[in-house]
T-cell receptor, first 106, second 121 residues
Framework: IQMTQSPSSLSASVGDRVTITCRAN??????LAWYQQRPGKAPKLLIYTTSSLQSGFPSRFSGSKSGTDFTLTISSLQPEDVATYYCQGYNSAPLAFGGGTKVEIK | EVQLVESGGGLVQSGRSLRLSCAAS????????MHWVRQVPGKGLEWVAGISWNSGNIGYADSVKGRFSISRDNAKKSLHLEMSSVRPEDTAMYFCAKTRFGSGWYYFDYWGQGTLVRVSS
């Protein structure tokens, strides 16, 4: 599997709606996860199976799929959301991550 | 509380070997598949290898196949990565990661803090 993630970085204001897109080069059904990685920290599971929110994360984070595109949405960007976000496809080995999207506050 | 603590990283010369370990606690280790994921400083994540609960199903990234070997000791609740014939491009932070399932290829619900491997040429 190859995962293509876009954009590679973005800058938005507090309260803005932010969307990050991930596309697989083959059908992975709904086997898509998202991770949040804050600077200097290990990644944390954010969303799994396309749209299931991991415990501990606020509901402003959501995941969806349209056609072959998977989307991570932050409905109202907060300062604590500054991080790099990665998608991961997982229907078979080798497992694959997207290149990451660095989210900053404008 | 789930804890994954990696060890064994350090500076190693190109062509030599290194063994990474991950000590697990806070969950029934023998029930879950485990993986290694690496990250070059400032770059993205790369899956390295994975092993099922009973070591019956193992997989590797093409970049490390034939050089790295993943193993586990369920009695000692530990995961290992034997790295041989290391190359400068193996320089990275190596994370131990747990899945929610015993086998198969899935996402990672817990990660360790990582151990840094630097390969000198």
């Amino acid at each position: 599997i190859q995962m293509t993630q876009s954009p590679s970085s973005l800058s938005a204001s507090v309260g803005d709606r932010v969307t990050i897109t991930c596309r697989a080069n083959q059908d992975i059904s709904n086997y898509l996860a998202w991770y949040q990685q804050r600077p200097g920290k290990a990644p944390k599971l954010l969303i799994y199976t396309t749209s299931s929110l991991q415990s501990g994360f606020p509901s402003r984070f959501s995941g969806s799929k349209s056609g072959t595109d998977f989307t991570l949405t932050i409905s109202s960007l907060q300062p604590e959301d500054v991080a790099t976000y990665y998608c991961q496809g997982y229907n078979s080995a080798p497992l694959a991550f997207g290149g990451g999207t660095k989210v900053e506050i404008k | 509380e789930v804890q994954l603590v990696e060890s064994g990283g350090g500076l190693v010369q190109s062509g030599r070997s290194l063994r990474l370990s991950c000590a697990a606690s806070g969950f029934t280790f023998e029930n879950f598949a485990m993986h290694w994921v690496r990250q070059v400083p400032g770059k993205g994540l790369e899956w390295v290898a994975g092993i099922s609960w009973n070591s019956g199903n193992i997989g590797y990234a093409d970049s490390v196949k034939g050089r790295f070997s993943i193993s586990r000791d369920n009695a000692k609740k530990s995961l290992h990565l034997e790295m041989s014939s290391v190359r400068p491009e193996d320089t990275a932070m190596y994370f131990c990661a747990k899945t929610r399932f015993g086998s198969g290829w899935y996402y990672f619900d817990y990660w360790g803090q990582g151990t840094l491997v630097r390969v000198s040429s």
